[in-house]
């Protein structure tokens, strides 16, 4: 893989996707079940689909870690989903139940929800208790992950 591609995991039927780096998310198509690579709106993933991230896509994507109990979790959700319109381009957006997916929140370490984690090339850029909002998650997404929101 050269450094002007990144790897991107289909959550829709599992394929890893080499894609030029730049290319719009978005606009991009997997090629094996021909959906989006991206959506402008937040998409649920278990387990399963998680580890498989983390094993082989190397794109920027953050992941919200949640609880439908959590008051500050429901708080964020609209804030999050309103990220993932701006950034839908460059960022996908994830959201991991953690009642649903216990064993993945164990091995993300996780101590409290919201989390929020941030990877790119692979590996974790942030990685992040607390609830965001506003102007202050789209800073945060701006600054770990150095791309720009696209204007509403
Ligand atoms: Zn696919």
Request: with cysteine; aromatic share 6%; hydrophobic share 45%.
């Amino acid at each position: 893989m050269s450094a002007n591609e990144q790897m991107i995991y289909c959550v829709a039927c599992g394929a890893t996707n080499r894609v030029s780096a730049g290319k719009s998310l978005t606009a991009a198509k997997c090629g094996r079940c021909s959906k989006p690579l991206a959506t402008p709106a937040p998409v649920d993933v278990n387990s399963e689909q998680f580890a498989a991230l983390q094993a082989k896509d190397t794109g920027a994507y953050v992941l919200d870690v949640w609880a439908p109990w959590c008051g500050p979790c429901r708080m964020m959700a609209p804030h999050f989903e309103a990220a993932a319109a701006r950034f839908s381009a460059d960022v996908r957006f994830f959201k991991l139940n953690t009642d649903t997916n216990q064993a993945a929140a164990g091995l993300l370490q996780i101590r409290g929800v919201p989390t929020l984690i941030a990877r790119k090339g692979g590996r974790v850029v942030a990685h992040e208790a607390g609830a965001k909002t506003g102007a202050a998650l789209d800073n945060w997404i701006q600054t770990s992950l150095k791309v720009t929101s696209k204007a509403n």
